[in-house]
């Protein structure tokens, strides 16, 4: 296993095993034998961590990562074979049986839903559903020119890897939104930030354990405005603001080119 050779991820380790440590007698002693387990699907940089956030204000949920961007791909015994490993390559193929093995030593046995984030999960659904049984998910987009700005800014990336790979995940969930039906919700970083209220009755009502959910809080989701925390806030114009009219003219080139997909997210072309 490789590990980061930074303080805080050897903070993060001693962590991980405190965790461990504790699940293993609470889980032995008062876990429940039957569990829901709950995936969340959003790529990245489209609103998961605070989705997950807001989630986990449930009593009746556990996540198995409550660390960073909160995903089970980046606990330690999978971190090299989910995250480092090409994860969004197709022919990259992943051992489920010991990703449930280890996600089940850090999930809270105790709780009714068991919750991951791994973005990658968007195009690994299949997979998913063969080993995880009563898996439901909550799928999640957004506006993919703030997506585009996130992976600008966040990963250095050029304007026309941003644009190919927002378009990618889009199709992913397409996919997705087409081919699950009854163990699926769709909702959209726009109406989660707008209509708050009403998403959060869709999900109580899609998954009933979940109990209630506070999503007046502050929450800790990175954000471009501040690493504290705050309550939830589109950002969307801002970070859409922040596209050099040079990066928006080679982003609309391959925007252009699927307006369709845009448009059955109920997304369109901007101009600057």
Known sequence: MILHNSS?????????????????????LFGRKDHKFLFILTPPYCGSTLLNQILSTSKNLSCNNHLGVREGQLLPEVKNMMFLNKGWHTEVNYDWPFIRKV???YWDQRKAIL??????????????KEVFDKAVFVAMVRNPYAQVEGIMRRNGATSEYAANFALKCLRYQKK????????????????????KENVVNRIKNFIPEI?????????SAHN??????????????????????????IVNSFFNKEKDLLAF????????
């Open 224 to 249: 471009f405005k501040t690493e504290g925390k705050m309550k939830i806030q589109n950002l969307n114009s801002e970070k859409i603001n922040k596209i050099s009219k040079a990066d928006l003219e």
């Open 265 to 272: 997210f109920g997304y369109s072309i901007i101009q600057q």
């Open 115 to 128: 919750m991951d984030k791994s973005n990658t999960n968007i195009m690994r659904v299949n997979k998913v």
């Open 8 to 28: 805080r991820w050897y903070l993060h380790l001693s962590y991980y095993q405190l965790i461990k440590f504790i699940r293993f007698f609470t889980n032995f």
């Open 211 to 219: 109990g209630d959910i506070d999503s007046d809080l502050e929450f």
């Open 103 to 105: 996600w089940m030593k």
């Open 176 to 195: 997705n939104k087409l081919s699950e039906k009854d163990n699926i919700l769709f909702i959209s970083y726009e109406e989660l930030c707008d209509d």
